[in-house]
């Protein structure tokens, strides 16, 4: 099964000029959880979760209408083609720690996005397993050793134990 065969072509997509209450418009107009932010050409120059939005704004005195997507995006992206194997881009997903993936074609345009939805909702078809699922999940899920949640339930179970 290829990225293509589960992957949402209906995407919406913003600029890094995008205000954040015009990004957040569109996700919540369109059930989206991602919106992939491209530049000029439309190759994408970073993405913004609904996740980040919210932090962000709940972390500045600024109206949403004043704080541009450009902010808050996530650069450094990880991406796979329609044509790659779905196994492939769980992969991918799993390493990342990512739950959805801009779709790109060879010449670096927005095709689509892949989310963990589109994958769970196939599984047990065309080779793709709820095993695969799962275990994507659990790597997306899993915490880094350094991370500050597991840094807080380090220190919280030295005082219970002291």
């Given at each position: ?67 541009s ?27 990342q ?7 790109v ?5 927005v ?52």
């Amino acid at each position: 099964m290829q990225v293509k065969d589960i992957m949402t072509t209906d995407v919406q997509v913003c600029s890094p000029d995008t205000n954040a209450a015009s990004a957040a418009e569109l996700m919540w107009t369109h059930d989206l959880g991602l919106l992939p932010v491209v530049g000029d050409g439309g190759r994408p120059v970073g993405v913004v979760t609904d996740r980040d939005l919210f932090i962000a704004l709940g972390t500045r005195n600024r109206p949403a209408s004043e704080v541009s997507v450009s902010e808050v995006m996530r650069t450094g992206l990880a991406l796979c083609s329609p044509e790659e194997d779905i196994h492939a881009a769980l992969n991918t997903m799993a390493q990342q720690q990512l739950h959805r993936l801009p779709v790109v074609d060879e010449s670096g345009a927005v095709k689509g996005v892949l989310s963990l939805n589109d994958v769970a909702l196939r599984a047990g078809s065309n080779g793709l397993t709820r095993d695969d699922v799962a275990r994507t999940m659990q790597a997306i899920c899993a915490h880094p050793a350094g991370s500050k949640a597991v840094q807080r339930a380090s220190r919280k179970a030295k005082s219970v134990a002291a």
